[in-house]
């Protein structure tokens, strides 16, 4: 921090008190020697005399704000019955004012707060600035050693002209945007980026949406329509939850990747494209293929490159600095000015489990801004099984009926997993689809095709 005050024992007090809170302390008696100091050094709080020998402070304020936005400045004015000046000192962008005679206490409070408002902006403009260029969709960001490893997987994968990716990993994690970032690092960054998701489309419609259809191909096609694949040539293709593919259309799949060739419904000309596949599963590929559920031969052409997404609770160093972007996010969205997480607020995002990964985090971020009055968010602001206080959903629960001697969730696979997760929403929410669904995070339709795959009643 710099103070800029022209009593010298007032200035050297202050720095003093300020230096032995542990804080880096400037100080100058001039507005010339505070601009020559805010040149040289990294300065992050500028506490700020009103009435200076050689410039007045609101001059400074204006330096300081075309120097550097981000610069927090507090005004420190001698005149306590005249608002004017500090009124005009907040005009010229100060953060803050206080009034002569001030008490040490009242300074302490005021900067501290300021300290950490700008500690907050300065990481929020770093992870901004380690994104941009990088990865622009900041549900990606993660300076764990895994998600590192995962980008620079990326950018490996995107100098391949066309070679097929499969992105694995749990919902909410981001896949979709893993594979926008592969597009976007890639020379075809110009071209159609399309993503469909497969468990979302009614199966008779699934082949159409994917290849398109002729004129008068089938009762309802009343003119030629174009497929994903035609409308993704020389770009990306994305097809998120592959699983739920039907096996009669698989081979088509298998045939576009292998020709680059296929042909509408109704079609009797092949057409040719270039197209990159990335497709994404929640689902062990190599466990349907075992159960006959999916093609080998369609695995084994999907998989030349697989990249794991890791989910959230295994990448704990992301949780806060994830939550840091959504509160700023949801500050600009809902015109708030939330400082933070309170430290007990902070606690429960570290220990929760997060079922729905990167997604949940935003949604409970999003939430929880909407109801917070205060500077910083509080475990009141959280949802109830965040906080441990009743959970209403159990992470992985047993299916209803399930007795004491059965496995523990070490012993399951993912899929028996995440068929005991769904049972366990319905039951919560006595069967209600459309509640389960907002639960989860997943479409009604996405809700039905699971339930249809485990054979849960509905």
Not at 247 to 272: H, M, Y
Not at 297 to 304: A, G, I, S, T
Not at 366 to 392: N, Q
Request: aromatic share 6%.
């Amino acid at each position: 921090m710099l103070i800029v005050e022209d009593n010298a024992d007032l200035c050297q007090t202050l720095g003093e008190i300020f230096r032995k809170a542990g804080h880096k302390v400037h100080t100058a008696l001039s507005g010339a020697e505070a601009l020559r100091i805010l040149k040289a050094e990294l300065i992050d709080l500028v506490l700020l005399d009103l009435r200076l020998p050689d410039m007045s402070g609101i001059k400074v304020v204006e330096f300081v704000k075309e120097f550097d936005p981000d610069i927090l400045v507090i005004m420190i004015t001698a005149v306590a019955n005249d608002p004017r000046p500090a009124v005009e000192a907040m005009k010229a962008g100060a953060y803050d004012y206080l009034t002569k005679p001030f008490e040490l206490d009242e300074v302490k409070m005021v900067v501290a707060k300021a300290l950490e408002t700008a500690s907050l902006k300065r990481e929020l403009s770093r992870l901004k600035q380690q994104q941009h260029g990088k990865f622009p969709d900041e549900e990606l960001f993660g300076n764990s050693r895994v998600m590192e490893e995962v980008k620079k997987f990326i950018k490996i994968v995107a100098d391949t002209p066309r070679t097929s990716v499969l992105i694995q990993g749990e919902s909410g994690t981001g896949k979709e945007l893993v594979a926008n970032s592969i597009h976007k690092w890639s020379a075809r960054a110009d071209k159609p980026f399309i993503p469909i998701n497969c468990s979302a489309i009614p199966e008779n419609l699934l082949e159409s949406e994917l290849f398109g259809h002729e004129k008068g191909a089938f009762t309802d096609a009343k003119s030629l329509k174009k497929g994903m694949f035609e409308l993704a040539n020389n770009g990306t293709l994305f097809l998120d939850e592959m699983a739920s593919l039907r096996l009669a259309l698989q081979p088509k799949i298998l045939r576009v990747l292998e020709t680059q060739t296929f042909r509408r419904i109704g079609g009797t000309v092949d057409i040719q494209i270039d197209v990159r596949v990335i497709a994404a599963t929640n689902r062990d590929l190599q466990v349907m293929v075992n159960e006959g559920t999916f093609r080998e031969d369609l695995y084994y052409r999907l998989k030349v490159m697989v990249i794991g997404l890791p989910p959230l609770r295994d990448r704990v160093d992301d949780i806060l600095p994830l939550a840091a972007l959504f509160i700023e996010k949801n500050n600009k969205e809902f015109n708030k000015t939330i400082v933070g997480l309170n430290e007990e607020t902070k606690n429960f995002l570290l220990q929760y489990r997060w079922p729905g990964n990167v997604r949940e985090l935003k949604n409970v971020i999003e939430r929880a801004v909407i109801l917070c009055r205060e500077d910083y968010l509080r475990p009141e602001h959280l949802p109830l099984e965040l906080r441990g206080e009743k959970s209403a959903v159990p992470v992985f629960a047993p299916a209803a009926g399930a007795n004491n001697g059965a496995p523990s969730t070490a012993n399951l696979s993912l899929d028996e997993m995440e068929k005991r997760h769904i049972q366990a929403v319905l039951l919560q929410y006595n069967n209600n689809k459309s509640q389960t669904a907002r639960v989860l995070n997943i479409s009604r339709s996405t809700l039905r095709e699971k339930m249809k795959l485990y054979g849960i009643a509905g």
